[in-house]
């Protein structure tokens, strides 16, 4: 499977963003797409996953109800909306599968190019 992040971009403070992760090739029920995010200088690190098969959610504590991660079996696709977005919210969100629902970026194998998502105050 190949996986390609799009919807990035430059937001202000408190502004709305939805990031999509598209899919070639089949995902099985049992696989588990995730979100990651990296700024600059810091390690990668997990934002949410969704199994594919059941929808089955899973968020970092820091979401905070912000963001909503979400699938359309239809398209093929992940989607992270992203509300009320602050300054430390801005990095390279990249999406990757995985077998399981883990936040360890090392669980997962396949990875997107990567959106970069910058926040000004």
């Known amino acids: 499977v190949q996986l390609q992040a799009s919807g990035g971009g430059l937001v202000q403070a408190g502004d709305s963003l939805r990031l999509s992760c598209a899919a070639s090739?089949?995902?099985?029920?049992?696989?588990?797409i995730g979100w990651f995010r990296q700024a600059p200088g810091k390690e990668r690190g997990f934002v949410a996953a969704?199994?594919?098969?059941?929808?089955?959610?899973t968020y970092a504590d820091f979401v905070k109800d912000r963001f909503t991660i979400s699938r359309d079996k239809a398209k093929n696709t992940v989607y992270l909306q992203m509300n009320s977005l602050k300054p430390e919210d801005t990095a390279v969100y990249y999406c990757?599968?995985?077998?399981?629902?883990?936040?360890?970026?090392?669980?997962?194998?396949?990875w997107g190019q990567g959106t970069q998502v910058t926040v000004s105050s």
């Open positions: 990757a599968r995985g077998p399981d629902m883990s936040s360890s970026s090392m669980q997962y194998d396949y």
């Open positions: 090739g089949r995902i099985f029920s049992s696989s588990v």
């Open positions: 969704i199994r594919w098969g059941v929808g089955r959610m």
